[in-house]
T-cell receptor, first 114, second 113 residues
């Protein structure tokens, strides 16, 4: 079945540092890939997505590229801010575009220190 | 506009009791999803509705769990004979239809004593 593996947290960085959160997946067919974020006290919200190989999703300075050859969708940001502190979830959808239930990773808690 | 709402926000019950959790999706969203999130884990898919019908209920863990969406809007997740292992945050999400972003509610925290 489908599965998502992402790096364990917490990840602690200083403000303005470069961020990478690794995510790899196992799936049949051609899934769509997502990063969701959960800020303290708030619900899950979509950060970015990519629906086919080599697509790059981007939002709020975050980027992730759908790499089919390495089955990866690593999240990156060039300069993090304290306000980026949150839990980040990598997820995939089996039939593409989020039309079915999502499979999530365990989440990575990111802590940005001023 | 109003987002996905879930009630109650917290529910404490005793082992063996029956509980109902409610989800109000965003108006006009035809697809509705239920997930369960245990502590330190990512959300785990339970069931997905397209309109009134369950399009995929493969994630329901056993026959104690059941969900309905009789009018294609509000959905209720029902858990019979609750067990301590059912304790988790139950999340609901909705989307405009197939191939669209899922919008999540704040969740219901269920505690089974």
């Amino acid at each position: 079945g489908n599965s998502v593996t992402q790096m364990e947290g917490p990840v602690t960085l200083s403000e303005e540092a470069f961020l990478t959160i690794n995510c790899t997946y196992t799936a049949t067919g051609y899934p769509s890939l997502f990063w969701y974020v959960q800020y303290p006290g708030e619900g899950l919200q979509l950060l970015l997505k990519a629906t086919k190989a080599d697509d790059k999703g981007s939002n709020k300075g975050f980027e992730a590229t759908y790499r089919k050859e390495t089955t990866s969708f690593h999240l990156e940001k060039g300069s993090v801010q304290v306000s980026d502190s949150a839990v980040y979830f990598c997820a995939l959808s089996g039939r593409g575009g989020g039309a079915d239930g999502l499979t999530f990773g365990k989440g990575t808690h990111l802590i940005i220190q001023p | 506009g109003a987002g996905v709402s879930q009630t109650p926000s917290n529910k404490v019950t005793e082992k063996g009791k029956y509980v109902e959790l409610r989800c109000d999706p965003i108006s006009g969203h035809t697809a509705l999803y239920w997930y369960r999130q245990s502590l330190g884990q990512g959300p785990e898919f339970l069931i997905y509705f397209q309109g009134t019908g369950a399009a995929d209920d493969s994630g329901l863990p056993n026959d104690r769990f059941f969900a309905v969406r009789p009018e294609g809007s509000v959905s209720t997740l029902k858990i019979q004979r609750t067990e301590r292992g059912d304790s988790a945050v139950y999340l609901c999400a909705s989307s405009r239809g197939t191939d669209n972003e899922q919008f999540f509610g704040p969740g219901t925290r269920l505690t089974v004593l």
